[in-house]
């Protein structure tokens, strides 16, 4: 590491969940958590821990918070950007941030069969205990971008070609298959939300959803198609008010999705008051 500077980086990071009246239609604030970090070298390359805990009591009681991480305790390598590993330690409170908030809306009774949570993104928490995999008991990944290349039928066909001959019209969905990652199980199964022709791509309209297989039978059989079918219904109803021309991810987008992010970003401080904190 000689011979190259090591970034200090900064960052706000949150989570928020909106929800939906089944009466009313409305979409209110439901939950919303936010954490400033700040990612320093750590390690023999860095700070050493006694000085990252020292400014972490500090920073813990100041006017504005921070949450102090170290990057590269086991060294950087030559060819890797010092800055992708504070960002990707950043990234991974905001994980941490996202895993709180399954557990507390978990144990207020907040989510079940009948009241769904909708993650934005894959649901593939690594850092959730195993005895602690039923958080995910009511939750759903959508997700508005996803790998193409995976292969999941016996003709090696990549699952990005499937969905171009498949998923025509709105509501077609393809099966639901079984994905294992890090001794999980998981159903993922893609849907087109809208028509093909508001886009240029492809592959606009359609959504990846997912969920943990937890139960014995879920582990056999895989998850239970009337579950898929409802899940895909659900998201379907959600397709009908976009954010066209507000976002460009717009025919991939769920509109109560849309709204959790807006309420995140302006509850953030912009770039000029945040960079005068330090």
Do not use: C
């Amino acid at each position: 590491t000689s011979n190259r500077y090591l970034p200090i980086l900064g960052g706000q990071i949150s989570a928020a969940v909106v929800h939906r009246n089944r009466t009313t239609g409305k979409v209110t604030s439901y939950y919303h958590r936010l954490a400033n970090v700040i990612a320093l070298p750590g390690g023999g390359i860095g700070v050493n821990q006694g000085d990252l805990d020292e400014l972490q009591a500090k920073l813990s009681v100041s006017r504005w918070p921070f949450l102090v991480v170290s990057y590269g305790e086991h060294g950087i390598p030559d060819k890797k950007p010092p800055e992708e590993l504070a960002i990707a330690k950043i990234n991974q409170q905001m994980q941490e941030l996202e895993i709180r908030a399954l557990e507390e809306l978990t144990n207020a009774n907040a989510t079940g069969p009948d009241r769904m949570l909708v993650v934005d993104g894959s649901i593939q928490f690594t850092n959730i205990p195993l005895k602690n995999r039923s958080w995910l008991s009511n939750v759903v990944g959508v997700s508005k971008s996803f790998r193409t290349n995976l292969v999941f039928t016996r003709d090696k066909k990549e699952i990005g070609a499937l969905l171009v001959e498949n998923l025509r019209r709105v509501g077609q969905r393809t099966p639901a298959f079984r994905y294992d990652l890090r001794g999980n199980a998981y159903s993922v199964w893609y849907l087109r939300i809208r028509e093909r022709r508001h886009s240029d791509k492809p592959l606009s309209g359609i959504v990846k959803l997912e969920k943990l297989l937890l139960t014995e039978d879920e582990l056999e059989y895989g998850l239970d198609s009337d579950v898929v079918n409802n899940l895909s219904l659900s998201v379907l109803g959600e397709r009908f008010v976009t954010p066209y021309g507000r976002d460009e991810r717009w025919a991939n987008h769920l509109y109560p999705v849309y709204l959790a992010e807006r309420y995140q970003r302006m509850r953030l401080m912009s770039e000029i008051q945040f960079l005068k904190l330090f």
